[in-house]
T-cell receptor
Framework: KNEVEQSPQNLTAQEGEFITINCSYS?????LHWLQQHPGGGIVSLFM???GKKKHGRLIATINIQEKHSSLHITASHPRDSAVYIC?????????????????FGKGTKLSVKP | DGGITQSPKYLFRKEGQNVTLSCEQN?????MYWYRQDPGQGLRLIYY???????QKGDIAEGYSVSREKKESFPLTVTSAQKNPTAFYLC?????????????FGSGTQLSVL
């Protein structure tokens, strides 16, 4: 059982489409991160959320703490948005396995935007 | 520009050989991390360090070793005891002081077995 579930696993869109990627988690958290991994492998942090909504350019991230759910939206998608988008959570308090206070990662959503 | 540098980008290991992956940061971050990424899986924590000369095992530390002699450097050694080392390895760092500082990642090292 994966504590952080992302959907969909793969997503193909046409340029200009509105895109939504979802992340659900199973326990209380102190923060949720959205990350972007480009084909070369490097990872960039997009957002860190503990409540509400954040916006940066065409990217919007929302979180609903009660429902244990977050979404990443991309408006007016572009081929350069093609990447793997990863959700990660930091559990609130206490140990988690051997990684006290560290991030637990989803498996990622692979997005391909066609021109 | 500040950032995290991983080297090499590609590394090949012969059976029975130890190999070391380099991670250097000039962000003045106290905490550094090593993650392993396998196809179709989430990143998994190998080791982390929150201060010089101290480090902790993550979820999959067996077959790996690290050192933290300098704040800027956190090398990872993949030992011969790691029987399935082929994976993409990512180094990351962050400021400490609060639990919700964002992570900064290197560009990764792809390790393959010859």
């Amino acid at each position: 059982k994966n504590e952080v579930e992302q959907s969909p696993q793969n997503l193909t869109a046409q340029e200009g489409e509105f895109i939504t990627i979802n992340c659900s988690y199973s326990v209380g958290i102190s923060a949720l991160h959205w990350l972007q991994q480009h084909p070369g492998g490097g990872i960039v942090s997009l957002f860190m959320l503990s409540s509400g909504k954040k916006k940066h350019g065409r990217l919007i991230a929302t979180i609903n703490i009660q429902e244990k759910h977050s979404s990443l939206h991309i408006t007016a998608s572009h081929p350069r948005d093609s990447a793997v988008y990863i959700c990660a959570v930091r559990y609130r308090g206490g140990n988690y396995g051997g990684s006290q206070g560290n991030l637990i990662f989803g498996k990622g959503t692979k997005l391909s935007v066609k021109p | 520009d500040g950032g995290i540098t991983q080297s090499p980008k590609y590394l090949f290991r012969k059976e029975g050989q130890n190999v070391t992956l380099s991670c250097e940061q000039n962000l003045n971050h106290d905490a550094m991390y090593w993650y392993r990424q396998d196809p179709g899986q989430g990143l998994r924590l190998i080791y982390y360090s929150q201060i010089v000369n101290d480090f902790q095992k993550g979820d999959i530390a067996e077959g790996y070793s690290v050192s933290r002699e300098k704040k800027e450097s956190f090398p990872l050694t993949v030992t011969s005891a790691q029987k399935n080392p082929t994976a993409f390895y990512l180094c990351a760092s962050r400021r400490t002081g609060t639990t919700n500082e964002k992570l900064f990642f290197g560009s990764g090292t792809q390790l393959s077995v010859l």
